[in-house]
């Protein structure tokens, strides 16, 4: 008589790599012990790209092994966009939540240095190879296509939770999707 037992997975702090997480995911589809998975969810998000796969993951091995997410204190953008992938989500009313959203933030220290009196200087191999740069301003130009990468960074993020949560959602979409975060109550 085989022993069947339910896997935990734990996604804890800011998501940056996927790795780890993907590994797990695969231990839990190959052992026929584990029938279900559960991920505990703590983050407030992360990098897009490793959110995405493991999102990605769990949709994948939800056809195989039901996943179901349980969220601690929060599990927001992120957090919340892998919980998304999941059959169900049970969360606590006072988890932080939502935040259904992309940001890139960038420094402005060019006053700084100039009153400092240090030039930064750049070489680069492409027109935009220093947007990012603190040493200078943005121009309109740069900020347009930020804006734009980061819009579809959020349309992305979108798209995804309409594919597995439509159903559950109640209302627009784009009240929901303004980068505000919820309780879990809400």
């Given amino acids: 008589n085989e022993k069947s037992e339910i896997a935990l997975i734990k996604i804890e702090g800011p998501i940056m790599s996927s790795q780890d997480i993907l590994k797990k995911i695969l231990k839990v589809e190959k052992n026929n012990q584990f029938k279900a998975l559960i991920l505990r969810i703590d983050s407030p998000g992360g990098a897009v790209a490793p959110t995405q796969e493991i999102y990605e993951e ?3 091995l939800d056809k195989i092994k039901p996943v179901y997410a349980s969220f601690g204190g929060i599990a927001a953008s992120g957090g919340y966009y892998i919980g ?8 606590l009313k006072g988890t932080i939540t939502g935040s259904i ?5 960038f420094i402005d220290a060019s006053k700084i240095l100039n009153k400092l009196d240090l030039k930064i200087e750049n070489y ?4 935009y190879k220093d947007i990012t740069a603190p040493s200078r301003s943005r121009t ?3 900020k347009s296509l930020l804006e734009k990468s980061i819009m ?9 939770i309409l594919a597995t949560r439509a159903s559950k ?11 505000m975060f919820f309780t879990g109550q809400d």
């Fill in 152 to 160: 579809n960074a959020h349309e992305q993020f979108v798209f995804d």
């Fill in 169 to 179: 959602i109640t209302g627009n979409m784009a009240d929901h999707a303004t980068g």
């Fill in 84 to 91: 998304a992938a999941t059959r169900q989500i049970f969360a």
């Fill in 140 to 142: 309109e130009e740069e």
């Fill in 124 to 127: 680069k191999s492409g027109k």
């Fill in 101 to 105: 959203g992309a940001i890139m933030t």
């Fill in 58 to 60: 769990i949709k994948r």
